[in-house]
């Protein structure tokens, strides 16, 4: 008798264990989905102020960064926006207003390079940012609160 193949039982025990292994795959990355949304965003809107700035002393005017927390979107002001995704939750917080969750909120940089001073915070449940804004210097700083396992 020839013994060189496998048996049916020992292929299907190993489709079984593979079946097993990428179902608890995509368990995982789907539970990792949220954080790489709120670092993209995170990342997108400092880097968008930071565009901001950098756009009005070059043009040697006044650019605008609106924050619609109504719509949840972001952008330059009179341009396209973007989408701010779900399950991450967006605030703001003024130096004078104080918290702000309603509305639009203007960050405005112009031709001397200094920005409006604020802090935007992003966080789903586990993880959270804080952009901080130097009004001075224009420095945009990014925060990050707490991790996800």
């Known amino acids: 008798m020839n013994d060189s193949g496998f048996t049916l ?4 025990i190993v489709m079984t264990l593979m079946v097993l292994f990428l179902g608890l795959s995509g368990v995982h990355f789907a539970n990792r989905l949220p954080s790489a949304k709120l670092d993209g965003t995170a990342r997108e809107l400092s880097g968008l102020i930071r ?6 002393m070059s043009v040697r005017g006044e650019r605008r960064v609106t924050i619609d927390l109504n719509r949840r ?3 330059f002001k009179g341009a396209a926006r973007r989408a701010v995704p779900e399950g991450v939750a967006i605030s703001v917080v003024d130096p004078v207003r104080g918290g ?3 509305g639009e909120y203007d960050i ?3 031709a001397s ?3 409006g001073s604020c802090e935007i915070i992003l966080g789903t449940k586990k993880k959270t940012f804080r952009i901080e804004i130097d009004p001075v210097i224009g420095s945009v ?3 990050n609160y707490g ?3």
Do not use: F, P, S, W
């Open 9 to 12: 039982l020992e292929l299907v």
């Open 51 to 56: 565009m901001a700035r950098m756009e009005a």
């Open 73 to 75: 979107t972001y952008g």
């Open 100 to 102: 702000v969750y309603g």
């Open 108 to 110: 405005i940089a112009d």
């Open 113 to 115: 390079g200094t920005v």
């Open 141 to 143: 700083v990014v925060k």
């Open 147 to 149: 991790q996800e396992n």
